[in-house]
């Protein structure tokens, strides 16, 4: 019998980190076999930059392989096995917005945490809904893998208004703390890990960590590392090539750990944690959307501007995107019913036995061709919990806001968030924040 192959669509074409997932999705046919990938964007001029380059290396490496760059949602969305969703409504011109409207205030301004994550929220539901409702109405069968941020209100969002939807919410923040743990223990991949964690997206800890192999505790080692160093690695054994603000973030971890020495901390915890620490350590005038748009942004156009004026990859240093690889993982889980544990986004129905049973939490999962099926955590501690509580309020605040165009929860939303100091101050930052998303946001009455 011949093996099936794929058909694949990334909603969000033009994005810097297209070309790295689809060097993965190139490097793991053998796993993951494909026929077709397709780009959408809603924005065609960008898209193109991307596509075309993409589009010569699939024929250089698989030419066997259709490929189609479109903005128009039937063809994109037709005989798909999977929707990979990676879109940035507003792009980066909207995301300093985000960062730098807080900042005003004295408030950290960060892409998925306090007021800059809500802003973007609010701007990523409508974006992220369409697309699902294109994939239900030209593939009902398919699954839609959302990376689109802020995973966590994205999340709440489509459990609400798409309750039945296909659609696994999922982010690769774990999986790079994972990869830099491995480098720690000396083993060679994070598959080797057998983890409980429990948390909400971008505010989580880990409980244990075993060798899957041997069943040995890892947490000793790791906790002694963090307790040390936090995520941070020797040069020599960093290979994830970070900027200068992810090696602060990595080192901030061990202040993070600090706080609870039983658990070891997702990283966006400094956001919460630290708040006054993260605004004293940020150029209100030049932001992370600056860094990334001057950085990241131009080297991966320049690298496909470079790539389709010759038609060929020869010559240029190609990087695989590592966390894609969390893509494929999935993908292989749902196609083949292989029952893999993976850290998802899902709602808790007793995943932690006391918290809210609605709430979309981040624990691990057996997935197989039904979707994700929860790996009881148990109960949590009543200093995670009562964090938990309060962020999770703020993600169910925000989505009320939306569907009922709410100024006043909105402004709740921003009051309960651990970035905000005050009511004032959130009432402050929502009216420039209404100002700034006006193409965006429904009107808030």
């Not at 598959?191 to 040995?216: A, C, I, K, M, P």
């Not at 070891?264 to 620490?277: C, F, G, R, V, W």
């Not at 609605?358 to 197989?368: D, F």
Request: include cysteine; proline fraction near 5%.
């Amino acid at each position: 019998m011949t093996e099936k192959k794929y058909s694949f669509v990334i909603a969000g074409g033009g994005s810097t980190y297209t070309p790295g997932i689809i060097l993965v999705l190139l490097d793991n046919l053998d796993k993951f076999p494909i026929r077709k990938i397709m780009f959408y964007d809603n924005l065609a001029s960008r898209q193109k930059i991307v596509a075309d380059a993409c589009e010569i290396l699939i024929k250089e490496r698989a030419p066997e392989i259709e490929f189609v760059q479109t903005t128009d949602p039937k063809e994109a969305f037709t005989d798909v096995d999977f929707v990979m969703a990676q879109i940035r409504v507003g792009l980066y011109a909207m995301r300093e917005k985000d960062e730098k409207i807080p900042l005003k205030y004295g408030v950290i301004g960060q892409e998925t945490c306090g007021p800059g994550g809500i802003a973007y929220g609010l701007r990523s539901i409508p974006g992220v809904i369409e697309i699902l409702d294109y994939m239900e109405k030209y593939s009902p069968d398919a699954w839609m893998l959302n990376y689109s941020n802020p995973a966590a209100i994205v999340a709440e969002a489509t459990r609400r208004l798409r309750p039945n939807s296909k659609i696994i919410n999922m982010c690769d923040m774990p999986v790079l703390i994972k990869d830099r743990m491995v480098e720690v223990l000396g083993l060679k991949s994070r598959l080797e890990l057998q983890e409980s964690y429990f948390g909400l997206n971008h505010f989580g800890w880990w409980t244990d960590l075993r060798d899957r192999n041997t069943g040995r505790d890892l947490m000793p080692e790791l906790k002694k590392w963090v307790s040390e160093q936090g995520y941070t690695l020797p040069a020599e054994r960093d290979h994830q090539g970070l900027d200068q603000s992810w090696m602060d973030t990595f080192a901030k971890s061990k202040e993070v750990y600090d706080i609870d020495p039983n658990t070891l901390p997702n990283t966006y915890l400094q956001y919460y944690m630290y708040p006054d620490d993260m605004v004293k350590h940020t150029d209100p005038n030049y932001t992370r959307a600056n860094q990334v748009i001057d950085g990241r942004e131009k080297t991966v156009f320049g690298m496909c501007k470079r790539i389709t004026d010759r038609g060929s990859s020869e010559g240029e240093v190609l990087e695989l995107d590592e966390h894609a690889t969390y893509i494929v993982e999935l993908a292989r889980a749902l196609a083949y019913n292989t029952n893999d544990q993976m850290l998802l986004i899902v709602p808790n129905d007793g995943a932690v036995s006391n918290f809210d049973e609605t709430a979309m939490v981040e624990v691990p999962c057996l997935v197989g061709s039904n979707g994700p099926c929860p790996i009881s955590q148990g109960k949590i501690p009543q200093f995670q919990k009562g964090l938990m509580e309060q962020q999770v309020s703020v993600e169910k605040l925000a989505v009320d806001a939306l569907i009922e165009h709410s100024y006043q929860k909105l402004w709740q939303a921003l009051t309960l968030s651990r970035t905000v100091p005050n009511a004032r101050v959130a009432k402050q930052i929502l009216d420039d924040l209404i100002e700034a998303n006006k193409d965006f946001w429904p009107e808030l009455k």
